[in-house]
């Protein structure tokens, strides 16, 4: 679905806001030691802040994890697994047997194809070769100055989860991907972020630690309190290209929860009036832009919200209403733009309770 560039976060991360309505439990404030932490990873920064000392040991932990994932599910590596599948134009390709490379990508196609069978192939990750094309990807932004038609027609043959097969030999373990059509190419990057988000949660509870943030790119996942012994507070910028970074549109009171932003405003090129985003119909083979230009999803885990929200902006907002409230364990909140080009608002009835209002 996306590259790093293909999801444009807009979220912001507050650690306690002034003069929040914040009713989480209540705890003396500053009362707790906390570490921040932060780096570089997946062409974005990271910033983890938690509760406890070793900084220097989590720190060294969390690049470690963050780069073993990389390597595993990046196109932007050349040697990554996922980019040697990708340029992979034989039938059936080994994987092996599970490892921490093999791991981290079943992970990610496992719920790529969940999340695809649930919206109807509106999220699909193999639109690869599209997103390229429209100069979104790993190629670099190239913005298209002439469409081609037939060359997007070719490329459609081979998008379609429905195209691509993950075949586990049960008496050994031993995996393969098979390709229905040799040109079809992967790419986690809708979903690659929210599941390393998840996956440094799991090493901060690992550790016992029970209050915690860990964004990366504007994905996050919170636990616990914040240092005010409150709800951690997660600002949504207004989905407009000259809002600033901390003109936010709302704010989220999250705990032990997974949350995603997805938006069109920011990520985009303009040729000859007409304007390209980067979110990739996998209907069409174009770039989608419709009234919805925000979409925020909560859920038990960031790597689901991260797919949901990429899911609803290919959708639109109707669509992507329909598709979280009919799950029990997503909420959503949706900026979108009126007929008179005002900003509007609609989220569903489980969203309310995360506002600070």
């Given at each position: 679905?996306?590259?790093?560039?293909?999801?444009?976060?807009?979220?912001?991360?507050?650690?306690?806001?002034?003069?929040?309505?914040?009713?989480?439990?209540?705890?003396?404030?500053e009362?707790?030691?906390?570490?921040?932490?932060?780096?570089?990873?997946?062409?974005?920064?990271y910033?983890?802040?938690y509760?406890?000392?070793?900084?220097e040991?989590?720190?060294?932990?969390?690049?470690?994890?963050?780069?073993t994932?990389n390597?595993?599910?990046?196109?932007?590596?050349?040697?990554?697994?996922?980019?040697?599948?990708?340029?992979?134009?034989?039938?059936?390709?080994?994987?092996?047997?599970?490892?921490?490379?093999?791991k981290?990508?079943?992970?990610?196609?496992?719920?790529?194809?969940?999340?695809?069978?649930?919206?109807?192939g509106?999220?699909?990750?193999?639109?690869?070769?599209?997103?390229?094309?429209?100069?979104?990807?790993?190629?670099g932004?190239?913005?298209?100055?002439?469409?081609?038609?037939?060359?997007?027609?070719?490329?459609?043959?081979?998008?379609?989860?429905?195209?691509?097969?993950?075949?586990?030999?049960?008496d050994?373990?031993?995996q393969?991907?098979?390709?229905?059509?040799?040109?079809?190419?992967?790419?986690?990057?809708a979903?690659?972020?929210?599941?390393?988000v998840?996956m440094?949660?799991?090493?901060?509870?690992?550790?016992?630690?029970?209050?915690?943030?860990?964004?990366?790119?504007?994905?996050?996942?919170?636990?616990?309190?914040?240092?005010?012994?409150?709800?951690?507070?997660?600002?949504?910028?207004?989905?407009?290209?000259?809002?600033?970074?901390?003109?936010?549109?709302?704010?989220?009171?999250?705990?032990?929860?997974?949350?995603?932003?997805?938006?069109?405003?920011?990520?985009?090129?303009?040729?000859?009036?007409?304007?390209?985003?980067?979110?990739?119909?996998?209907?069409?083979?174009?770039?989608e832009?419709?009234?919805?230009?925000?979409?925020?999803?909560?859920?038990?885990?960031?790597?689901?919200?991260?797919?949901?929200a990429?899911?609803?902006?290919?959708?639109?907002?109707?669509?992507?209403?329909?598709?979280?409230?009919?799950?029990?364990s997503?909420?959503g909140?949706?900026i979108?733009?009126?007929?008179s080009?005002?900003?509007?608002?609609r989220?569903?009835?489980?969203?309310?309770?995360?506002?600070?209002?």
């Amino acid at each position: 679905m996306r590259n790093i560039l293909f999801l444009f976060i807009i979220i912001s991360i507050l650690s306690c806001r002034p003069n929040s309505s914040n009713t989480g439990t209540e705890v003396a404030p500053e009362v707790e030691e906390y570490s921040l932490i932060g780096g570089k990873t997946m062409g974005t920064t990271y910033s983890v802040k938690y509760e406890g000392g070793e900084p220097e040991e989590i720190n060294r932990e969390l690049d470690d994890l963050f780069a073993t994932i990389n390597k595993s599910v990046s196109t932007y590596d050349p040697t990554s697994l996922i980019s040697k599948i990708n340029s992979n134009k034989k039938e059936w390709i080994d994987i092996g047997i599970t490892d921490e490379l093999n791991k981290h990508f079943v992970t990610n196609f496992l719920k790529a194809g969940e999340v695809y069978k649930k919206t109807n192939g509106l999220f699909d990750p193999t639109v690869m070769p599209l997103v390229n094309y429209w100069g979104f990807g790993y190629t670099g932004k190239q913005p298209i100055t002439r469409i081609d038609e037939k060359q997007i027609a070719t490329m459609m043959e081979s998008v379609g989860m429905d195209k691509v097969d993950l075949i586990t030999e049960t008496d050994t373990g031993f995996q393969r991907i098979r390709k229905k059509n040799a040109a079809l190419q992967l790419d986690f990057g809708a979903i690659a972020k929210g599941y390393a988000v998840d996956m440094a949660a799991r090493l901060l509870d690992a550790k016992g630690i029970g209050n915690y943030l860990v964004e990366i790119g504007g994905e996050v996942v919170t636990k616990g309190h914040n240092p005010n012994g409150k709800h951690w507070v997660i600002g949504v910028n207004t989905p407009e290209e000259d809002a600033k970074i901390n003109d936010f549109k709302a704010y989220v009171l999250l705990s032990g929860k997974g949350m995603a932003t997805s938006g069109n405003y920011r990520n985009f090129y303009e040729v000859d009036g007409q304007k390209y985003s980067h979110t990739i119909n996998p209907e069409t083979g174009f770039p989608e832009r419709s009234e919805l230009l925000s979409a925020t999803i909560i859920a038990d885990d960031c790597m689901t919200a991260d797919a949901y929200a990429t899911a609803c902006m290919v959708g639109g907002l109707e669509k992507a209403m329909s598709w979280i409230q009919n799950e029990n364990s997503l909420d959503g909140y949706f900026i979108f733009s009126d007929k008179s080009g005002t900003l509007q608002t609609r989220y569903t009835e489980g969203f309310k309770k995360y506002l600070d209002e």
